[in-house]
């Protein structure tokens, strides 16, 4: 998994902070916590908030984005946890944490799409959502609030809304169900749901998220900063083009010094 990156512009030059380094009101959920309220605009144009899914006995706050190749093998998963468990009360609400102008060039092409507000209307209907989608992507406050960490990053709360489930939707990264071994997030959402709350007599507890980290250029990264991986692009393409730069001026100078 990639790990959050936040970067900052200065004056006298890029500070780089990574490894564990969270943005500013970054707060960690743990088993037991309350869901945190949010309001934040869906690709019907509609504002929502965590009391719309009072309804649900068991809610799903899923993390994910247009481009995460993760997210796009495993939310046909998903999709199907969903369509074989809204009648037990499941509901779920799809969130994108990302910003746009976080997504850097070498995590182009694994979808047509990035992660613009807009661009979710057509994501979302060619996964063929039967959720709302929620875009987070300019502030990230509910990302953080929940403490998203990657994409796909799921919450579970139970009919109180307390946290009873964080973490992944399996343990497959490829598209179809032959690859998963370890289905944790249905094994949760059924152990809530149809047999009482406990998964093997055991309380609800985590399991890793390995995806991909969230994006962020307002609230993970100052507006027009620059991650590890692209600063290191950079270095290298001035490595590479100031010596041939060099090469050329004196090609170029030598002709001007022999007609002259």
């Not at 869906?42 to 009072?54: H, Y």
């Not at 481009?67 to 946890?81: E, W, Y």
């Amino acid at each position: 998994m990639k790990e959050i990156v936040r970067t900052f512009a200065l004056a006298a030059g890029l500070t780089v902070l990574v490894h564990g380094q969270n943005p500013e009101g970054f707060k960690e959920l743990k088993i037991g916590d309350p869901a945190p309220d949010f309001r934040l605009i869906g690709i019907d144009d509609k504002f929502m908030e965590l009391a719309d899914f009072k309804d649900a006995k068991v809610l799903a706050v899923a993390f994910t984005s247009n481009h995460c190749p993760t997210s796009n093998a495993a939310f046909p998963r998903f999709i199907k946890l969903y369509q074989d468990m809204k009648d037990r009360g499941f509901g779920v609400v799809a969130i994108n944490p990302n910003h746009p102008d976080g997504l850097r060039p070498d995590e182009l092409g694994y979808s047509k799409y990035g992660d613009s507000f807009e661009e979710m209307k057509g994501h979302a209907r060619d996964q063929g959502f039967p959720f709302p989608y929620l875009y987070d992507g300019d502030t990230q406050t509910t990302a953080m609030a929940y403490g998203c960490l990657a994409t796909p990053h799921i919450f579970v709360f139970d009919e109180n809304r307390k946290l009873r489930y964080k973490g992944r939707i399996d343990d497959s990264r490829f598209p179809g169900e032959e690859h998963v071994k370890s289905p944790d997030l249905r094994n949760a959402v059924t152990a809530l749901l149809v047999t009482g709350g406990a998964l093997g007599g055991l309380p609800m507890s985590t399991t890793h998220v390995s995806s991909v980290a969230i994006m962020g250029v307002g609230a993970s990264r100052g507006r027009g900063s620059l991650d590890s991986r692209t600063l290191r692009h950079i270095v290298l393409a001035w490595l590479i083009t100031l010596p041939v730069a060099a090469a050329l001026a004196a090609v170029s100078f030598a002709i001007i010094v022999r007609w002259s």
